[in-house]
């Protein structure tokens, strides 16, 4: 079953903030986000693991809350190249090589 | 390093048609994937292979086959194309062997469309 993302779209300004949300309905090992360019393939932003940390980079970030199956991707002071397509990926299990990703979040960036 | 390469980039085909998708990665991955992707659905996984010879469904199977040949390659085969298989079609790899866990890597896609 698909990992639910919200919302399914947002608009911002140049500089706003933004937050994604990543839910599943079953207990979690890992959190994958992924952003796409439009006509482009996915790439890889950051994996979050069941008792890590919480990650990030530049301005991007995101948590993982095990208990409740949820992940949260940050974006702080926005950027025109942060627009696209932003999917998280969900492991249930250490070694279990599933991947499955979620509907998926548009996010643009207006100047 | 070419990484995840898929061919062909875009397919047309009438209902009924059959043909292959074909994927290789020169990473030396174990695990590899089949994703289509539909407006609003995001990425749904149809296949995926944990290791050479083994596969698995995913979550929308119906009307795929796949054939890990060897550890490089991974291929996607429609037996009687239909026009609800129209689709943006990925290939990705990672390898997590030993691993807490690795990022997946796409390949460029293929857009299929069926008429």
Same mark, same amino acid.
């Given at each position: 079953?698909?990992?639910?993302?919200?919302?399914q779209?947002?608009?911002l300004?140049? !500089?706003?903030?933004?937050?994604?949300?990543?839910?599943?309905?079953k207990?979690?090992y890992?959190?994958?986000?992924?952003?796409?360019?439009?006509?482009e393939?996915?790439?890889f932003l950051?994996?979050?693991?069941k008792? !890590?940390?919480?990650k990030?980079h530049?301005?991007?970030?995101?948590s993982?809350?095990?208990?409740?199956?949820?992940?949260s991707?940050?974006?702080t002071?926005?950027?025109?190249?942060?627009?696209?397509?932003?999917?998280?990926?969900t492991r249930?299990?250490?070694?279990?090589?599933?991947l499955?990703?979620?509907?998926?979040?548009?996010l643009t960036?207006i100047? | 390093n070419?990484?995840?390469?898929?061919?062909?980039?875009?397919?047309?085909l +009438?209902?009924g048609?059959?043909m292959t998708?074909q994927?290789?990665? *020169?990473?030396?991955h174990?695990?590899?994937?089949?994703?289509?992707? *539909?407006? /609003?659905? /995001?990425l749904r996984l149809?296949?995926y292979?944990?290791?050479? /010879?083994?596969? *698995? +469904?995913?979550?929308v199977?119906n009307?795929?086959n796949?054939s890990r040949?060897? +550890?490089?390659e991974?291929?996607?085969?429609?037996?009687s194309?239909?026009p609800?298989?129209t689709?943006v079609?990925?290939?990705a790899?990672?390898e997590t062997? /030993?691993l807490p *866990?690795t990022e997946?890597?796409?390949g460029?896609g293929?857009?299929?469309?069926v008429?």
């Amino acid at each position: 079953q698909q990992p639910v993302q919200s919302p399914q779209a947002v608009i911002l300004r140049e !500089g706003e903030d933004a937050v994604i949300n990543c839910s599943s309905s079953k207990a979690l090992y890992s959190v994958h986000w992924y952003r796409q360019k439009h006509g482009e393939a996915p790439v890889f932003l950051m994996i979050l693991l069941k008792g !890590g940390e919480q990650k990030g980079h530049d301005k991007i970030s995101a948590s993982f809350n095990e208990k409740k199956q949820q992940s949260s991707l940050y974006l702080t002071a926005s950027q025109l190249s942060y627009s696209g397509t932003y999917f998280c990926g969900t492991r249930k299990d250490f070694g279990n090589e599933k991947l499955t990703f979620g509907t998926g979040t548009r996010l643009t960036i207006i100047p | 390093n070419a990484g995840v390469t898929q061919n062909p980039k875009f397919q047309v085909l +009438k209902t009924g048609q059959s043909m292959t998708l074909q994927c290789a990665q *020169d990473m030396n991955h174990n695990s590899m994937y089949w994703y289509r992707q *539909d407006p /609003g659905m /995001g990425l749904r996984l149809i296949y995926y292979s944990a290791s050479e /010879g083994t596969t *698995d +469904k995913g979550e929308v199977p119906n009307g795929y086959n796949v054939s890990r040949l060897n +550890k490089r390659e991974f291929s996607l085969r429609l037996e009687s194309a239909a026009p609800s298989q129209t689709s943006v079609y990925f290939c990705a790899s990672s390898e997590t062997a /030993g691993l807490p *866990d690795t990022e997946a890597f796409f390949g460029q896609g293929t857009r299929l469309t069926v008429v």
